[in-house]
């Protein structure tokens, strides 16, 4: 090893070069700062209403995983729409009900046991294309889409 870093932590690569940071225990100014934005954001996140699932009756803690119900009135979570998209379908041993995106389920038949290859079988619409909600659309807004 080369004596020239014989006192430092880091012994290898070029990380850190230039950079003129706290040190270990130290706090900066726009560390404090994110700190009071992380507080602001729980007390906006906190005035919102909680929102609970039509079929469970549970809270929803994360509404951007969140379906429709097919009502179509609140959202429901994932792995209930999940549950109840299976409950009128007959499988066969090698098929399962799978999310396939944009609001649909559909029966899956695996190819081997490897699960990577599959086929669709049926599609099962669970939220009607296009449609918006207004629990949605409160979600873009806070991620500012």
């Known amino acids: 090893m080369?004596?020239?870093n014989k006192d430092s932590k880091r012994r290898f690569g070029r990380r850190g070069r230039g950079?003129?940071?706290?040190?270990?225990g130290e706090r900066t100014a726009e560390a404090a700062g994110s700190e009071e934005s992380v507080d602001e954001r729980k007390s906006v996140l906190a005035d919102q209403p909680a929102v609970?699932?039509?079929?469970?009756?549970?809270?929803?803690?994360?509404l951007s995983s969140a379906l429709a119900g097919r009502d179509g009135?609140?959202?429901?979570?994932?792995d209930c729409a999940?549950?109840?998209a299976a409950v009128g379908e007959n499988?066969?041993?090698?098929?399962?009900?799978?999310?396939?995106?944009?609001?649909?389920?559909?029966?899956v038949e695996y190819r081997d046991?490897?699960?990577?290859?599959f086929t669709i079988k049926r599609r099962i619409q669970w939220e009607k294309e296009g449609e918006k909600f207004d629990w949605r659309k409160s979600i873009q807004q806070r991620f500012g889409l």
């Open 2 to 4: 080369a004596d020239g």
């Open 19 to 24: 950079r003129s940071g706290a040190r270990e």
């Open 52 to 62: 609970v699932c039509s079929i469970c009756d549970k809270q929803i803690f994360d």
């Open 73 to 78: 009135k609140g959202p429901i979570h994932f």
């Open 82 to 84: 999940l549950a109840q």
């Open 91 to 107: 499988l066969e041993p090698a098929e399962r009900v799978a999310y396939v995106g944009r609001g649909a389920f559909a029966v």
């Open 113 to 117: 046991k490897s699960m990577t290859a």
